[in-house]
């Protein structure tokens, strides 16, 4: 059974910091292309920044230099830190992964709410 289970979210003041976490269980997270989505209230999800099972990096022009994505493949696990929020960042945020070679073979996790406020 496939699980990508996220956390770390939570109510941030302006300027702060959260790091997320995404723990996968039942796929082989080593060829899995892993992604962080957000969707604010009424707005579509977006792609926030996702990392290539190599490394390689993609982001948000709206997030760039201020998140940082990052995979341990001992761990399955995917993280996101998010340094100097701000209100535009207030969304739920998703983990998603998809197969390298197989793009169809794609899963989500359940989300995370990341409220910034004062």
């Known amino acids: 059974q496939v699980q990508l289970v996220e956390s770390g979210g939570g109510l941030v003041q302006p300027g702060g910091s959260l790091r997320l976490s995404c723990a996968t269980s039942?796929?082989?997270?080593?060829?899995?292309?892993m992604g962080w989505y957000r969707q604010a209230p009424g707005k579509q999800r977006e792609l926030v920044a996702d990392?290539?099972?190599?490394?390689?990096?993609n982001y948000a022009d709206s997030v760039k230099d201020r998140f940082t994505i990052s995979r341990d493949n001992a761990k399955n696990t995917v993280y996101l830190q998010m340094n100097s929020l701000n209100a535009e960042d207030t969304a739920v945020y998703y983990c998603?992964?998809?197969?390298?070679?197989?793009?169809?073979?794609?899963?989500w996790g359940q989300g995370t709410q990341v409220t910034v406020s004062s």
């Open positions: 998603n992964g998809r197969h390298a070679l197989q793009p169809k073979m794609a899963y």
């Open positions: 039942g796929v082989a997270f080593r060829v899995y292309v």
């Open positions: 990392i290539s099972s190599g490394g390689s990096t």
